[in-house]
C-alpha cells in the first residue's frame, strides 16, 4: 500500500518515491509509488498536481484497494526512484477551505443544531449542505453572522489544528462530531478544543492559517441548507474585486458606496416615471394617426375595415389604439406591441364586425409558437412577428 506522507506532514511540497508500477491508460500512464506526498481525491478535497521527475501529474486517485495512483502524461520507468513535486499554491488553497469548512461545520452544528452532510470544494466556491432541527432550510441573517464571528474569532485566536491517528481506546473518548465512516485506521483532525472530526485530508497546523472564512449565501437546496462561502486567498481575492466593483460603480453614479442602494432605487423610480411619460406620448401620437389609419385600412368585402400593424408602442398604447379605431365602426383591429422578438398582441372589433377575435388570435399563436385568447370581441397575446401575417390572413378572409 502507498505510503501516505501528507498524513504525517501536509506541508511536504517535495519527496522521493520509487516507481512500483506504471501502467498505459490511454494517451496517458498511471504511475503507483511506494511513497506519495500528492492528495488523492477523497472526502471533498480534490487531488494534488504537480509532477513526477519530468512527468506532469494530471490527476491523482485511489482505488478500491486503497492504492493511491497518478495520472501523469509521460511514461516513468518501473524501479527508478523519482522526485515528486506538488503546486503548492493549489494544495495550500485546499487546506484552507478544508479547515474553514470544518470550522464552519462546527459552528453550525454548536449554534443551529446544524448536522453537514456533503462537502464541495469547487474550483470558486466551497458549499456545504447540512440538515437543520425541524427540517428548516433558511437561517436569519443574525444567524448567519454569528456563524461567521464564531469561526473568524478563532481564527483570529490562531487555535492549533492537530491531525492524527488514535488509538481505538482514544477514538472511544473522543467526541465526534459526527460517526467516522471508515471502521479501521480512523484519522482525526482537532481544532482548537471544540471541533474533532474523522477525517483524512490536508489542514494547516493552526486555524490562523485559514486566514479568513466569508459566507456568501445561505440558501435552501434539496431539502436542506445550502452554505456557500470562500477562505484564506480565496475570500481576499474575492472581497477586493467585489471592494473595486462597488467603488467604480460609485464613481459612475457619483455617490458613495453606503449610499449606492439607495442611488440605485432612485434611478429606478426615475426609469419608471420616464418610461411612463414616453408610453404616454407615444399613446398620444398613435391615436393622433388613428383617423388616417382608418380611412386608409384595406376593406373587406363585408365592408369591414382590417387594421393589422405593428405599433410604436406598449400594451396600453395598443389596447387605446384598438379601442378608438374599432369604435369608429365597422373595424377589426390586430395590434403587435413592443420591439424584442416576442411581441404583444391585442385584437378587437366593432360589434357590427363578425369577427371571434379569441378564436382567431388563438388559431394564429397555435400556428406560429405564440399564445393568446379572449372573448369573441377582444383578445389578447404574445407570439412572434409572423403571428400578425396570420391575423392579417385570417381577418381578411374572414
Ligand atoms: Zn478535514
Request: glycine fraction near 10%; proline fraction near 4%; charge should be negative.
Amino acid at each position: 500500500m502507498t505510503l501516505r506522507l501528507y498524513y504525517e506532514n501536509p506541508y511536504l511540497k517535495e519527496f522521493e518515491g520509487k516507481v512500483l508500477e506504471c501502467r498505459r491508460a490511454g494517451a496517458e500512464w498511471e504511475v503507483r509509488l511506494d511513497r506519495s506526498a500528492f492528495y488523492p481525491t477523497s472526502g471533498g478535497q480534490p487531488f494534488d498536481t504537480g509532477v513526477l521527475g519530468e512527468s506532469r501529474v494530471l490527476d491523482v486517485f485511489v482505488d478500491k484497494s486503497g492504492e493511491v495512483w497518478h495520472r501523469v502524461d509521460a511514461e516513468l520507468s518501473e524501479g527508478e526512484t523519482v522526485t515528486g513535486k506538488i503546486d503548492w499554491e493549489r494544495r495550500f488553497d485546499h487546506m484552507q477551505q478544508h479547515a474553514g469548512e470544518h470550522m464552519l461545520a462546527n459552528a453550525a452544528w454548536r449554534l443551529l443544531g446544524g448536522h453537514t452532510i456533503g462537502l464541495h470544494l469547487g474550483k470558486e466556491e466551497v458549499s456545504i449542505d447540512m440538515d437543520l432541527p425541524e427540517g428548516r432550510t433558511h437561517i436569519t441573517p443574525e444567524e448567519l453572522h454569528a456563524l461567521e464571528d464564531d469561526v473568524n474569532q478563532r481564527i483570529q485566536r490562531d487555535v492549533p489544528i492537530r491531525q492524527w491517528f488514535p488509538t481505538e481506546e482514544e477514538l472511544k473518548a473522543l467526541p465526534l462530531r459526527k460517526a467516522p465512516t471508515v471502521t479501521e485506521h480512523v484519522r482525526v483532525v482537532q481544532i482548537g478544543t471544540e471541533e474533532y472530526c474523522a477525517c483524512g485530508g490536508t489542514h494547516p497546523s493552526s486555524a490562523g492559517q485559514i486566514g479568513l472564512v466569508k459566507i456568501l449565501e445561505a440558501r435552501p437546496s434539496k431539502g436542506k441548507l445550502r452554505l456557500i462561502f470562500v477562505c484564506g486567498r480565496r475570500a481576499c481575492v474575492l472581497l477586493r474585486k467585489e471592494h473595486e466593483l462597488l467603488h467604480e460603480a460609485s464613481e459612475k453614479l457619483s455617490t458613495s458606496v453606503e449610499n449606492l442602494p439607495t442611488m440605485v432605487g432612485n434611478i429606478q423610480a426615475e426609469l419608471r416615471e420616464v418610461t411612463r411619460q414616453r408610453n404616454e406620448a407615444r399613446t398620444e401620437m398613435l391615436l393622433q394617426g388613428a383617423e388616417a389609419m382608418y380611412e386608409n385600412a384595406p376593406l373587406r368585402e363585408d365592408g369591414i375595415r382590417v387594421i393589422c400593424r405593428q405599433i410604436s408602442g406598449d400594451m396600453d398604447g395598443a389596447r387605446a389604439l384598438a379601442a378608438d379605431l374599432t369604435g369608429r365602426g365597422y373595424a377589426v383591429a390586430a395590434l403587435a406591441a413592443g420591439d424584442g422578438p416576442r411581441l404583444q398582441y391585442v385584437v378587437s372589433r366593432s360589434p357590427e364586425a363578425g369577427v371571434d377575435c379569441g378564436k382567431t388570435l388563438s388559431q394564429a399563436a397555435r400556428a406560429t409558437g405564440g399564445k393568446g385568447g379572449g372573448r369573441s370581441d377582444f383578445a389578447q397575446g404574445a407570439g412572434p412577428a409572423e403571428m400578425l401575417e396570420a391575423l392579417k390572413e385570417a381577418i381578411l378572409k374572414g
